[in-house]
């Protein structure tokens, strides 16, 4: 949009919850790959968690990133509807004054 100033924060704001969501999603499948003894994984920071405690923590994250790209898509479906509205104002604005012109 024109004339719109971006905030010096907005890349932090519009990966944060992308990166919340790998981070919820790398710390349950931590656990559940130490849980079930895939590779030689250092102990968890959290301590040792359960199979299911980890799935879900691991389910949580997934959840938050989709839910954030699906945000993410939804600004930009809104952000291409605004300018499209603009676009279209424009246009009626210019028709307007060449039909008053012929006039």
Known sequence: MAGTIVRP???????????SGALLFSAGAWGAGRMLGVGDLPPHPLGEMPLIPSLLLGGAGVAVMLASWDLYRLRQAVFTAQNG??????????ALLQARRMR
């Open 85 to 94: 509205a603009q676009r279209a104002s424009a246009e009626r604005d210019l």
């Open 9 to 19: 924060t907005h890349w932090l704001e519009s990966t944060a919850p992308f990166l």
